[in-house]
């Protein structure tokens, strides 16, 4: 008979519609509940990155911080950061414009980059299509949910306008 533990590395990979809010703050805690494996500072900057996972009002804040803490503890605590890696690819985003007045496009993250420069990069990249120009273009951060509230609730009103 497979464990209960086992049971759950059997289901799907984390998507964003399926993963829970508070996965992330969990791996945190875990990690703070063991201090034989943390250090002081360790501790500090978990407790500071667990603190912007639950106001979500500051997403590149969030990033620098979860990327300066992952160069430091990745190495010892691969599968912890593995795990808030996952939750913060599946509720983040970039929303990319490439040129004033250009259409905004959101672009999905992967955290294969440890600095926030090189997230910024490749989401620039991502965003670019064939024959694209860029001209000061602008990139910013956000929570997913947030992004989707805005989207949804101007959907919402359009539709309500349609109506009228």
């Not at 024959?131 to 309500?160: E, I, M, W």
Request: with cysteine.
């Amino acid at each position: 008979m497979i464990s209960q533990d086992c049971q759950s590395s059997l289901q799907p990979a984390c998507q964003p519609s399926t993963c829970r809010w508070r996965c992330a703050i969990e791996v945190i805690d875990q990690l703070l509940s063991e201090p034989s494996i943390i250090t002081g500072r360790d501790a500090d900057d978990l407790l500071d990155l667990r603190w912007k996972l639950l106001n979500s009002d500051d997403a590149e804040g969030t990033l620098k911080l979860f990327c300066a803490v992952r160069r430091r503890m990745e190495c010892r605590h691969y599968l912890a950061f593995f795990r808030i890696r996952k939750w913060l690819e599946n509720h983040l985003l970039a929303t990319v414009i490439l040129s004033p007045g250009g259409d905004q496009q959101l672009v999905s993250l992967r955290l294969d980059h440890c600095c926030v420069e090189a997230l910024r990069r490749a989401a620039l990249c991502a965003a670019l299509r064939e024959g694209a120009v860029l001209d000061r273009p602008s990139l910013r951060f956000l929570y997913r949910q947030k992004s989707f509230v805005h989207t949804n609730s101007s959907q919402s009103h359009q539709a309500s306008i349609a109506r009228h």
